[in-house]
Nanobody
Framework: QVQLVESGGGLVQAGGSLRLSCAAS??????MGWYRQAPGKQRELVAY???????SYANSVKGRFTIDRDNAKNTVCLQMNSLKPEDTAVYYC????????????WGQGTQVTVSS
């Protein structure tokens, strides 16, 4: 079974940095990214990156977060700088493949807490 395993979450003070990593099994995915969900809120897309290296970011994280991937290792990372309390959420790794049929996978989630 495809597994997405996140790491790197934790507690950080506002203004600090964290780097999230996600290791995926299986073949290279067409898109990998990160979602987050805060208590009482909908899960929202934070950033994604395609197999070709195209990236997209939520407006709330532009200029602060950077997503990158290593296709050979099937990993995707999210470098989070200048963290704000509103970044506090459970962060979920996401991967999808559209070759043949659409397949989507989710990690188990990792908690990021930013204190003020």
């Amino acid at each position: 079974q495809v597994q997405l395993v996140e790491s790197g979450g934790g507690l950080v003070q506002a203004g600090g940095s964290l780097r999230l990593s996600c290791a995926a099994s299986g073949s290279i995915f067409s898109v990998m990214g990160w979602y987050r969900q805060a208590p009482g809120k909908q899960r929202e897309l934070v950033a994604y990156i395609t197999s070709g290296g195209s990236t997209s970011y939520a407006n709330s994280v532009k200029g602060r977060f950077t997503i990158d991937r290593d296709n050979a290792k099937n990993t995707v990372c999210l470098q989070m700088n200048s963290l704000k309390p509103e970044d506090t959420a459970v962060y979920y790794c996401y991967a999808a493949s559209s070759i043949g049929v659409l397949r989507e996978y989710w990690g188990q989630g990792t908690q990021v807490t930013v204190s003020s």
